[in-house]
């Protein structure tokens, strides 16, 4: 009855338009309260959360993307891999995936990637005939790559929830990151061959590939730091995005020469307020889950939960309808604060690896950034693309499609997700 309580007050509140910071944290503190708890527990435990060196990683994270995207690397990237497979059939559709996938790698911002490489491929794509409806649906479910391929904020919160491996989140993104490209670039190709709605571009010369290439080769090169670093081992996460924000204010102010006082400006005070977001939640769910931890509500969910399912199967399938159904009204980051301290006990019991267990979740919660009403993606792409949100959202399902194709061959293969983090 608890459970039911508690999750019915949370629901009311979302739906009246409460922030969720504000709702988790309220009802966590009234549970503390009218539990015979000590409130003092509450400001102890934002304590403790601002007393971790690892959540030091999402605003140097968020620095390095800001600054990318105002420093307008996504044009030269672009330019580089339009030289290289612009020629192929839907060679620009290609081009707008490969590099979503590589300054995916860079930033870890779904947000960021979504629209730095939408500026420059809408135009192109569209001057070579192709669908509206495609280019929006496209370029939407691209950015959802920043938060599958690392690094990604969502995994260093999922990381700190169930105090799992970072770097091993890291690195089991890669490999669902290369599939989904690979599935994206394969409709890509398939929807130029079958359609008639795009013009054929000529092979690039040597000497514009050559061009392009040393352009980009410094973000290629920040992309290979970041990522291979992490691989081995040679500095944490939250080292990683202090190399990779060096590195993008020495890439777009010495080396590009595209950054400037007014722009670096807007590019921290963005970053701020979208760190302030993203604490501010994460106080709130701390200070809700030393509330329902206290009132058992993780073990009693746990207990239900390992009595009605007896195998990981029909748990996932569970877990996988909900998550689809919650990403119509929330966003992907409230969706994982609120489930994981949930399920999360249920895993060991279910012998479901928690490392295999976080890609599918952040797989299933990429689908909330391109589902109607609230995708964040969908409204990026709506303001670049100066679109109407029926346009955007009607060209994304068949990339829902291929992100829940990815899922099931996660679940049949896990070594997609494990190899390259336990086995290589």
């Given at each position: 009855?608890?459970v039911i309580l ?258 670096l400006r807007e ?90 267990f976080g890609i ?65």
């Amino acid at each position: 009855m608890t459970v039911i309580l508690v999750l019915g007050a949370l629901l009311l509140l979302l739906f009246l338009g409460v922030p969720i910071a504000f709702a988790l944290g309220g009802l966590g503190l009234a549970m503390l309260i009218f539990g015979g708890f000590s409130p003092l527990m509450a400001p102890q435990g934002l304590y403790s959360l601002a007393d971790n060196f690892v959540l030091l990683a999402v605003p140097l994270f968020l620095l390095m993307s800001n600054i990318l995207l105002k420093g307008g690397v996504g044009r030269d990237l672009f330019a580089a891999v339009q030289s290289w497979v612009g020629h192929w059939p839907g060679g620009l559709a290609v081009a707008t995936i490969f590099s979503c996938g590589i300054f995916a790698a860079i930033s870890g911002s779904s947000v960021a990637t979504a629209a730095t490489i939408g500026t420059v491929a809408i135009p192109e794509m569209e001057q070579r005939g192709y669908r509206r409806r495609f280019i929006l649906g496209l370029l939407a479910a691209g950015g959802t790559l920043g938060i599958l391929i690392p690094p990604s904020i969502p995994m260093i919160v999922y990381g700190v929830i169930t105090e799992e491996s970072i770097g091993s989140l890291f690195l089991a993104g890669i490999g669902p990151g290369l599939v989904l490209i690979g599935l994206f670039v394969g409709f890509s190709v398939l929807y130029a061959w079958v359609g008639p709605d795009y013009t054929p571009m000529k092979r690039a010369g040597w000497d514009e590939r050559r061009r392009a290439g040393i352009r980009a080769l410094p973000t290629l090169a920040l992309a290979a730091l970041i990522v291979g670093g992490l691989y081995a081992g040679a500095f944490t996460p939250t080292e990683a995005a202090a190399v990779g924000f060096g590195g993008a204010l020495v890439l777009t102010g010495p080396v590009l020469r595209t950054m400037t006082w007014a722009k670096l400006r807007e590019a921290v005070m963005d970053s701020m307020k979208t760190t302030v977001t993203i604490l501010l939640i994460l106080a709130g769910a701390k200070i809700f889950g030393k509330a329902i931890t206290l009132y058992r509500i993780p073990q009693d969910i746990s207990s239900a939960i390992v009595a009605t399912f007896d195998t990981a199967g029909p748990f996932l399938l569970a877990v996988g309808a909900v998550l689809l159904i919650m990403g119509l009204v929330l966003e992907a980051l409230s969706m994982l604060l609120i489930m994981v301290p949930v399920l999360y006990p249920s895993l060991a019991a279910l012998g479901i690896d928690p490392i295999w267990f976080g890609i599918l979740f952040v797989i299933l919660i990429e689908c909330a950034l391109i589902t109607p009403p609230v995708g964040l993606n969908l409204y990026v792409v709506q303001a670049v693309g100066r679109a109407r949100m029926g346009e955007v959202a009607s060209g994304v399902w068949p990339f829902i499609i291929m992100m829940l194709a990815t899922v099931f061959a996660i679940y049949f293969l896990p070594d997609i997700a494990l190899y390259i983090p336990f086995r290589l």
